[in-house]
């Protein structure tokens, strides 16, 4: 019997697992893992199969049975990780953002960095205003397809690419005119670089963004960006903190607590409601690996960090790789022939499609699009004039490059900044698992088919009945307006009551177990040193006779009272 148990054992150690890997071109890496394979091997597979060295910018993401994100730890087991069943599906895609992606030293960096950026403008997480945005679609262009040329792009032809989640034709008409007068001439890699440096410079760059509800009720996106912590509502950004102002970070079941002390010694604490417990943890993490990443000299500066408050333990992480300053050190020292870039522009692709495949969310007839801009643009009057948290002081990484519509506001005494003509609303931030791009995707042209105009709010409210939904359903829960107490001020006075009952069993306790020793010292009979030497003591004698004793024979009567009412009754 031992020898099949040993056996059994050996077997599900060999058991070897398939994973598949989306990279960042939709293109898929497939491989087979031990058991006890950690994460950072099969993140080395990954970087191996792609030649690269400037890899610590990326990482491997899945999501797990109940739709919660989460990143590859490198230090632990990918199977202990994976909750679902095999095969194992994950996707490839750049963790910390480069504070200036221009300045990487391999073009095979860059290239990756943008194909994400790419993504992150085709999603909505990168939100930027009219004229940066047509900038941004023609270097895409340029890179994809080239120079124009009259014989091979009619007229209409920037329609045909799907650069952003909606368009409307004067944006098509304004990229289609860059793309012919500003950029001829430019290389893919050239074109690549000038994306990148317009994007850096955008209010959104970076921003991975994580939906929760203010104090107020209000919805909102946390962000974690190579400059700062970032709060986005509405088409604003209401706070920006800089890392080195952020003392902080713990969470507590749904609710994330961000710790701020700017100038003059003020201090501020931010309070957000995630919509589930494991979605708040997930932003913690997220938020102690970016501050390591871009706050810290070096990674043996990294400590552990607990969420736990006085008295309970609770959850503690540590952050396992390099710093951004050791990163860029170790890519100063490559060197090596730059590895062959097979650029995928052409290939079809979930995210971002290509002219040779035709249109996908722009095949809505012109009239119709027209009607939902329209519309949205109409329901961006009521987000300008929406209440707010109240806003920190915040400084901008990009104030170099606002104009001058953007410096005015800045001026104000809120310092809200309005980082785009419509609404924050990443379409992929709230979709459940990584392959919902494309069934979305599927969704709306299948709506769009028969006849049913759409936009991102519409994208949203499709996802109702799923869990991404039913977690945005307890957000509105948390808040639902003012009269009485509102369930965040019910939160903090339960919180605050169970501290008061925990500090007060801690005291009970401590009091008993001083109470059972003291029992001990002065009625056994144990004739240790330890206890020799403190009942030799003064003190404790005087102690003993002149309090414990009266005490005990009080105790004693009042006993023997209580024992003889109940025997006379």
């Known amino acids: 019997m031992l020898s099949r148990w040993m056996s059994g054992s050996s077997r599900n150690l060999d058991r070897e697992y398939n994973c598949t890997v989306r990279l960042l071109d939709d293109s898929e890496y497939t491989c087979t893992i031990q058991r006890d394979a950690k994460g950072q091997y099969l993140f080395d597979l990954l970087c191996h199969h792609l030649n690269l060295l400037e890899k610590d910018y990326f990482g491997i993401r899945f999501v797990d049975p109940d739709k919660q994100r989460h990143w590859l730890e490198f230090t632990k087991s990918v199977v202990k990780q994976m909750r679902a069943q095999p095969p194992f599906t994950m996707c490839f895609r750049v963790k910390f953002y480069p504070t200036d992606p221009a300045a990487l030293k391999e073009e095979i960096t860059r290239y990756l960095v943008f194909l994400q ?31 124009y040329d009259p014989g091979k792009h009619p007229e209409g032809y920037s329609s045909k690419f799907q650069f952003f989640p909606k368009h409307s034709e004067k944006l098509e008409r304004k990229i289609a005119e860059i793309h012919k007068s500003e950029l001829s001439g430019q290389t893919p890699a050239t074109s690549e670089l000038n ?39 509405g088409n604003k950004r209401v ?15 749904k609710t994330f607590y961000l710790y701020v002390s700017q100038k003059e010694e003020k201090k501020i604490v931010l309070t957000y409601f995630a919509p589930t417990p494991e979605a708040c943890k997930h932003l913690w993490k997220c938020g102690i690996e970016n501050q390591a990443f871009y706050k810290l000299e070096k990674s043996s500066q990294v400590r552990t960090v607990s969420s736990s408050n006085l008295f309970f333990k609770g959850s503690r992480f540590r952050y396992s790789g390099r710093v951004a300053k050791e990163v860029m050190e170790s890519s100063a020292k490559i060197k090596r022939e730059p590895p062959e870039i097979h650029r995928a522009g ?14 996908r969310l722009s095949s809505v007839p012109r009239t119709r699009r027209r009607a939902v801009h ?58 459940p698992t990584p392959v919902a791009e494309h069934s979305l995707e599927l969704m709306l042209l299948s709506r769009q088919a028969n006849g049913a105009p759409c936009s991102i709010e519409e994208e949203k409210e ?28 019910a939160q903090q006075v339960n919180k605050f009551l169970l ?5 007060l069993l801690v005291t009970v306790g401590l009091l008993f177990v001083l109470l059972l020793l003291l029992i001990v010292l002065t009625e056994s009979d144990l004739d240790t040193a330890f206890f020799r030497d403190i009942r030799q ?28 009412l109940l025997i006379d009754t």
């Open 117 to 147: 950026i790419k993504r992150d403008l085709y999603h909505g997480r990168l939100l930027c205003k009219t004229s940066d945005a047509a900038l941004l679609a023609a270097y895409i262009l340029q890179a994809e397809i080239g120079d």
């Open 499 to 503: 501290s008061v009952l925990r500090l």
């Open 239 to 253: 706070h920006f903190i800089k890392w080195n102002e952020v003392t902080k970070m713990k969470f507590e079941g």
């Open 537 to 564: 003591t003064p003190e404790f004698e005087q102690f003993h006779y002149q309090y414990f004793c009266p005490l005990r024979r009080w105790f004693a009567c009042k006993l023997r009272a209580v024992v003889n």
């Open 346 to 359: 052409l290939v079809p692709s979930r995210s971002c499609p290509s002219i040779t495949h035709g249109p």
């Open 374 to 431: 329209i519309s949205i643009m109409e329901g961006l009057e009521s987000l300008r004039d929406s209440a707010h948290s109240t806003p920190v002081r915040s400084a901008s990484h990009g104030d170099a490059f606002a104009g001058p519509g953007r410096s005015g506001r800045a001026e104000s005494s809120e310092r809200v900044a309005v980082i785009a003509d419509e609404s924050y609303s990443p379409a992929d931030s709230v979709l």
């Open 195 to 233: 994306f990148l440096r317009k994007a850096q410079t955008l209010e959104t760059y970076g921003v991975d963004p994580h939906p929760c509800k203010d104090v107020s009720g209000n919805a909102a996106f946390l962000a974690f960006t190579p400059f700062g912590f970032v709060v986005l509502q």
């Open 462 to 489: 499709s996802e109702a009945g799923t869990p991404a939904a039913e977690a945005e359903g307890e957000l509105r829960a948390l808040c639902p307006g003012a009269g009485g107490l509102g369930p965040a001020q």
